[in-house]
Nanobody, 129 residues
């Protein structure tokens, strides 16, 4: 059975950091790319960051570039999103998703939800200003 489980969300003050984790099981982790998406109330879903597990290539949205870092631990089948210098506008539910068929990691960020193979349940990040 496939599982993607996010953790690490919470309430934090602006300027502080959080690290999200996405733990995967039930599929061939090394063959996939993992992406982080976020959605705030009343806003469209945004592709935040993506990583190819096999070659480590990464993508970041302009809104988080320089502040967020995505990484993977293949031994633990886990992808992390280190979020530094958090801003109020980073407040959202953060989801991780896995996809096995993609062209570039950049393309994953704009894929419609049905084109990604697996989704986690989401974790809330709230940044107080």
């Amino acid at each position: 059975e496939v599982h993607l489980v996010e953790s690490g969300g919470g309430l934090v003050q602006a300027g502080k950091s959080l690290r999200l984790a996405c733990a995967a099981s039930g599929f061939s982790f090394d063959k996939y790319a993992i992406a982080w998406f976020r959605q705030a109330p009343g806003k469209e879903r945004e592709g935040v960051s993506c990583i190819s597990i096999s070659d480590g290539s990464t993508y970041y949205a302009d809104s988080v570039k320089g502040r967020f870092t995505i990484s993977s631990d293949r031994a633990k089948n886990t992808v992390y999103l280190q979020m530094n210098n958090l801003k109020h506008e980073d407040t959202a539910v953060y989801y991780c998703a896995a996809v096995v068929d993609w062209t570039t990691v950049e393309s994953i960020a704009t894929m419609p939800p049905y084109e990604l193979d697996y989704w986690g349940q989401g974790t809330q990040v709230t940044v107080s200003s």
